[in-house]
């Protein structure tokens, strides 16, 4: 039997067994939502008190949940018969704690008994899936942006960093611009994540952005999943649009769209102008290009020059050309260069690159006895996967 890759994020997980050149065979939310003692579910008018998030920010916060997670993923998902469990290799985000990481290497070997185990720092993996060992990522996830070197395969934590930004938050800032431009209409969260997945793009740079500002044109669209939008009927009244609340209801079922228009770009824009989030910080291209300043020259370029996209919000419309065009213009000597995938790689490699080169390594490391084994973690306990793993 294949491994298996897991690459849980703080929104998707993605599993599957040990085959490069495919895409993940289970693709599915991290989020989980609680169930009631007698097995039911909650009512979906309390769901939001009721979802559990097993991974924050890219950490693993509730481990309760993330066992119940990984049991459904292993025995349901990838088909694993208990007491004939094989080996997994999990995929690991930058500057994960060492007490996380023992913590994980516990969970699979004492309440999933797996034959074996690796890990990998989400970097070199994604590094791996494009053929290179050497270079950069820029991974923006749901919850955080990595932007880490690699070199021979190993990170170099001094010149990585971690935001605690990620694409949650410019969820949050369309939910906000949104409000301003259709302040009668009550959007949740979630209506949001899909409006951005669906809508969101990137200017051409700066000044194209400051002209979208000025004269972009609104659009209207239907809500996510056909959904009708909701109004605060004490909002209606108060603004003159009902006489009663019994008017209330007649209302609700009229309105079906929402208008986009400067907003869709505002989302992509934050990332290089992290003023629009709030945030005294530098755009995301030169981060990378300091970030690469602490290591040593001879180094830079071969960085530089390999720099590869990953996580889902990389692939926003015309995120990658924006990203080239501000490198180009960046002060560096060396500017940072796109690796492009290979072709015979799945579409949407970015979405889940890490899993991909995880798969790629996991047909190395067990065939040629690199993992922790059983035996490994019985005699030296969680600890050991600091030795066999990093």
């Not at 849980?8 to 599957?16: E, M, Q, T």
């Not at 659009?219 to 019994?246: F, I, K, N, R, W």
């Not at 490198?327 to 799945?346: D, G, H, T």
Request: glycine share 6%.
């Amino acid at each position: 039997m294949e491994a298996a890759v897991v690459d849980a994020g703080s929104k998707l997980l993605k599993a599957g067994l040990a085959v490069p050149d495919q895409a993940p065979s289970l693709i599915m939310p991290t989020q989980m939502k609680r169930m009631l003692e007698d097995g039911s579910s909650a009512d979906n008018s309390l769901l939001e008190d009721v979802t559990i998030d097993p991974v924050v920010r890219g950490c693993v916060k509730d481990w309760d949940a993330m066992e119940d997670l990984l049991h459904h993923v292993l025995y349901t998902g990838l088909e694993w018969e208990v007491g004939n469990e094989g080996q997994i290799l999990f995929t690991e985000p930058l500057c994960t704690p060492k007490a996380v990481r023992e913590r994980l290497v516990q969970l699979l070997f004492e309440t999933f008994n797996v034959s074996g185990f690796y890990a990998s720092e989400q970097a070199v993996l994604s590094l791996y899936a494009v053929g290179r060992i050497s270079g950069c990522t820029v991974d923006i996830g749901h919850g955080k942006i990595d932007i880490a070197a690699v070199l021979e395969g190993a990170v170099q934590h001094i010149a990585s960093r971690r935001f605690e930004v990620g694409g949650i938050d410019l969820t949050k800032l369309l939910a906000q611009e949104l409000c301003i431009s259709n302040p009668m209409v009550n959007l949740s969260l979630s209506d949001v994540e899909k409006l951005k997945e669906q809508f969101s793009c990137c200017a051409e740079d700066e000044v194209a952005y400051d002209r979208m500002l000025r004269s972009c044109e609104t659009e209207e669209h239907t809500l996510p999943d056909g959904q009708h939008a909701s109004c605060s009927s004490a909002h209606l009244l108060q603004v003159g649009y009902l006489s009663c609340v019994s008017d209330y209801k007649i209302l609700q079922m009229t309105i079906q769209v929402i208008r986009i228009g400067r907003e869709r770009f505002t989302v992509g824009e934050a990332l290089f102008q992290p003023s629009i989030l709030g945030l005294e910080a530098h755009g995301i291209v030169e981060q990378l290009v300091r970030s690469i300043a602490t290591v040593s020259s001879e180094n830079q370029k071969q960085l530089l020059e390999n720099t590869v996209l990953c996580g889902g919000t990389t692939s926003m419309t015309g995120f990658e050309s924006r990203f080239q065009k501000e490198a180009s213009l960046c002060s560096s000597a060396i500017r940072p260069s796109l690796v492009k995938p290979p072709e015979y790689m799945p579409e949407n490699l970015s979405v889940y690159s890490a899993w991909i080169g995880g798969a790629i390594l996991a047909k190395v490391v067990f065939p040629q006895n690199q993992h922790v084994t059983k035996a490994d973690y019985d005699e030296t306990g969680p600890s050991v996967v600091h030795r066999k793993c990093f």
